[in-house]
């Protein structure tokens, strides 16, 4: 199965063409109802919102990360470590392990559905109110737009390291130490990066500087009114509906 992140997917659905600046206000939403309710009716009905937005965006099934057995792992030894403290202490470290699961698939979906592009521009309109207090509002849109964009290159440069030294001999990986092996592969990835940001930083100063993450002409329109609404209208039922239960 096929992962994909912090990359586009490459269909054509009602949630893509929504504002980025939408996704991330609704994202912002979610969160706070997460975080004031940290229920399991809420994360239940979190969870099939989300696979709703899913549907409705068209993303294949494979899309979706597989996640890794240690971490299934490091939650069943959480879970087994709370349960000294009684079995409500180990229900809610497995209640906040679900949260934080929520919340990164919540944040994958702007990524599976938002180019790249258009998080920087989305970032310096929301920001816009705080340029009055002289903050560096699009400065901070240039380093997130930059953060982004260089994941799927570290991403693949890792890959790439990973699978070099799993072609050298393996008498020689034996001979040598554990910490050493770990150094060598540090030391590997810090120059790849530093070669990668070089040529990033020439290719933007070739297109014009850094000034360009930040114009896009991209703004919301009705219909993300519209998918605003239906948040918010979610927001409110699920503290409805989680304070009457």
Same mark, same amino acid.
């Given at each position: 199965?096929?992962?994909?992140?912090?990359?586009?997917?490459?269909?054509?659905?009602?949630?893509?063409?929504?504002?980025?600046?939408?996704?991330?206000?609704?994202?912002?939403?979610?969160?706070?109802?997460?975080?004031?309710?940290?229920?399991?009716?809420?994360?239940?009905?979190?969870?099939?919102?989300?696979?709703?937005?899913?549907?409705?965006?068209?993303?294949?099934?494979?899309?979706?990360?597989?996640?890794?057995?240690?971490?299934?792992?490091?939650?069943?030894?959480?879970?087994?470590?709370?349960?000294?403290?009684?079995? *409500?202490?180990?229900?809610?470290?497995?209640?906040?392990?679900?949260?934080?699961?929520?919340?990164?698939?919540?944040?994958?979906?702007? +990524?599976?559905?938002?180019?790249?592009?258009?998080? *920087?521009? +989305?970032?310096?309109?929301?920001?816009?109110?705080?340029?009055?207090?002289?903050?560096?509002?699009?400065?901070?849109?240039?380093?997130?737009?930059?953060?982004?964009?260089?994941?799927?290159?570290?991403?693949?440069?890792?890959?790439?390291?990973?699978?070099?030294?799993?072609?050298?001999?393996?008498?020689?990986?034996?001979?040598?130490? +554990?910490?050493?092996?770990?150094?060598?592969?540090?030391?590997?990835?810090?120059?790849?990066?530093?070669?990668? +940001?070089?040529?990033?930083?020439?290719?933007?100063?070739?297109?014009?500087?850094?000034?360009?993450?930040?114009?896009?002409?991209?703004?919301?329109?009705?219909?993300? *009114?519209?998918?605003?609404?239906?948040?918010? *209208?979610?927001?409110?039922?699920?503290?409805?509906?989680?304070?009457?239960?």
């Amino acid at each position: 199965m096929s992962m994909v992140l912090f990359r586009q997917v490459p269909v054509t659905s009602p949630v893509h063409s929504l504002w980025a600046g939408t996704k991330m206000i609704s994202v912002f939403l979610l969160s706070v109802v997460l975080m004031l309710r940290p229920s399991w009716l809420t994360i239940g009905i979190m969870v099939v919102f989300l696979v709703a937005i899913g549907i409705a965006a068209r993303l294949p099934l494979n899309t979706v990360p597989r996640v890794p057995w240690a971490l299934w792992a490091l939650a069943a030894v959480g879970a087994l470590l709370s349960l000294p403290a009684g079995t *409500a202490a180990a229900l809610a470290f497995l209640q906040a392990f679900a949260l934080g699961l929520v919340l990164v698939a919540a944040s994958f979906v702007i +990524a599976w559905t938002t180019p790249m592009s258009e998080i *920087a521009p +989305a970032l310096s309109t929301l920001g816009a109110p705080l340029r009055k207090l002289r903050l560096p509002v699009d400065e901070w849109a240039v380093v997130v737009a930059l953060m982004l964009r260089s994941l799927p290159l570290l991403l693949d440069e890792i890959r790439v390291l990973r699978a070099a030294r799993k072609l050298r001999p393996k008498d020689r990986l034996l001979e040598r130490a +554990a910490d050493a092996a770990l150094i060598d592969i540090l030391t590997a990835a810090m120059a790849v990066a530093n070669r990668r +940001a070089g040529e990033l930083g020439e290719a933007i100063t070739a297109r014009g500087g850094t000034g360009q993450l930040t114009a896009h002409p991209s703004a919301p329109t009705r219909r993300d *009114a519209y998918a605003l609404a239906v948040v918010v *209208a979610v927001c409110a039922g699920i503290l409805l509906l989680d304070w009457v239960i």
